[in-house]
């Protein structure tokens, strides 16, 4: 992804673009459809409805990768099921000709941890301008606010300057908390913190301030109820609430809202968005063997896997261009 802009056009789309992608786990969406901060927790897992394959996005993603899902997707039936037979393969780790819940989960983690650092590679290049291997704050700011910094009266009256004033404070408060040793200068790895805080311990609690900064419309340091609503719902036309924002009401008022003072602080929202006692991988892991396991014994077949394919793979093409994947004969 290109930051930074050599013309007003954009300009404004690198602001637009910023304040959508750097914002910690926010899911933008239709004014209907449930916006969520946390994945779901352990005990819904096997109590999902029926899933057509639109809602297997989630499972696709943790599975293979956001890319390698999108790879998938443009795939025959017939050639998804031929690349997951041999993903499954590496998988399973002893050859014993099952994979369990703890290979599933090592996988996932594993998918998870290539995309964090395959998207760093691909966008490395863009900030390090002076090619020495790192990236200075001063290299990302001009790179991603350099058009804003140099034009202002372009953006004077514009909502784009109320997001980069924000954004700009924001991503340097971010950046010297990945910043280990202070130098303001970023290694790779303390750039992949900066793109990716949830990941890293240390940023945690910069997820934790984004995410109340986020929510909190009226500034008084505290998410009240209508502020959590308002974060994953937008009430734009007259009738009654969908049933899954009145449970989220009740979720709020129950199990997020600890101290019952009717708002939630700081350690409240991290307890909600980074739950301590929550491994999505193992999560993730669990629902695909529950979802697949036809016999019960607690771990897949290769056969239990193909048979469910659309739930790990997907393919929403049946007959694709063999020149859009030749190139992708394994992961």
Do not use: C
Not at 17 to 25: C, G, I, Q, S
Not at 73 to 82: C, H
Not at 177 to 188: I, K, N, V
Not at 266 to 294: M, N, T
């Amino acid at each position: 992804m290109v930051r930074g802009g050599r013309n007003h056009l954009l300009g404004l789309a690198l602001g637009l673009l910023l304040a959508l992608v750097l914002a910690p786990r926010a899911l933008r969406a239709k004014p209907t459809v449930r916006k969520e901060r946390v994945v779901r927790p352990d005990s819904e897992l096997g109590e999902r409805p029926p899933e057509d394959n639109q809602s297997f996005q989630y499972d696709h993603e943790a599975f293979l990768g956001k890319e390698d899902s999108k790879t998938f997707d443009q795939l025959t039936s017939e050639e998804s099921k031929e690349r997951l037979g041999k993903i499954v393969d590496r998988i399973d780790n002893d050859g014993d000709g099952f994979v369990t819940t703890e290979e599933l989960k090592t996988w996932i983690k594993r998918v998870q941890k290539r995309y964090i650092y395959d998207n760093v590679a691909k966008v490395w290049k863009d900030y390090d301008r002076d090619k020495d291997d790192k990236i200075s704050w001063e290299e990302y700011k001009q790179a991603t606010y350099g058009y804003y910094l140099g034009n202002p009266t372009e953006f004077h009256d514009s909502s784009e300057h109320h997001t980069f004033k924000k954004m700009l404070p924001r991503d340097e408060r971010r950046f010297k908390a990945a910043d280990l040793d202070g130098d303001l200068t970023a290694t790779r790895e303390e750039f992949t913190a900066f793109l990716h805080p949830e990941e890293f311990e240390h940023m945690k609690e910069i997820v934790v301030l984004e995410t109340l900064e986020d929510i909190d419309k009226d500034g008084d340091g505290f998410v009240d109820q209508d502020e959590y609503i308002a974060d994953m719902f937008s009430h734009e036309e007259s009738g009654p609430e969908p049933d899954w924002v009145v449970s989220e009401r009740e979720q709020f008022n129950e199990f997020r809202d600890l101290n019952k003072d009717g708002k939630l602080d700081k350690d409240e929202i991290r307890h909600w968005i980074l739950p301590q006692d929550y491994d999505h991988a193992q999560a993730e892991a669990r629902h695909l063997v529950y979802e697949s396991d036809k016999n019960r014994d607690e771990k897949l077949t290769k056969e239990e896997i193909l048979e469910n394919w659309n739930m790990f793979v997907g393919s929403q093409a049946t007959n694709y261009g063999e020149d859009l994947t030749k190139n992708h004969d394994e992961l």
